[in-house]
C-alpha cells in the first residue's frame, strides 16, 4: 500500500499504475479470445460434417481459428510478460 504523501494525499508509482492497468485489459482481452475459439473437435456437427480440410482450404492458414490462435498466443505473451514487470516493479518499493 502505498505510503501517503504530503497533506494526506496518496502517492501512487504512476508507471506501475499504467502497466496494471495494461495488464487487466490484457488479461479479459485474453479471456474474450480464448472463449471466441471452437474446440478442436467441433461437436456433433463436425462429426457430421467430415473433414474440413478440402482441396482449397489445405493451404489456406488465415482461417478464423488460426488467427484466433495466433492472438492468443501473443496476448498470452504479453500478459505474462507485463505481469512480470508488475512484479518487479512491486517488489523494488
Not at 79 to 91: G, P, Y
Amino acid at each position: 500500500m502505498p505510503h501517503p504523501g504530503p497533506k494526506g494525499r496518496c502517492s501512487v508509482n504512476i508507471p506501475q499504475l499504467i502497466l496494471s492497468i495494461v495488464d487487466v485489459a490484457a488479461a479479459i482481452f485474453l479471456i474474450a479470445v480464448v472463449l471466441l475459439q471452437s474446440g478442436k473437435s467441433a461437436g456433433l456437427s463436425g462429426a457430421i460434417a467430415g473433414v474440413a480440410d478440402t482441396f482449397m482450404a489445405k493451404n489456406r492458414a488465415k482461417t478464423w481459428d488460426a488467427k484466433l490462435a495466433k492472438l492468443t498466443k501473443i496476448c498470452g505473451v504479453v500478459f505474462f510478460v507485463v505481469t512480470l514487470v508488475v512484479c518487479v516493479l512491486s517488489a523494488r518499493l
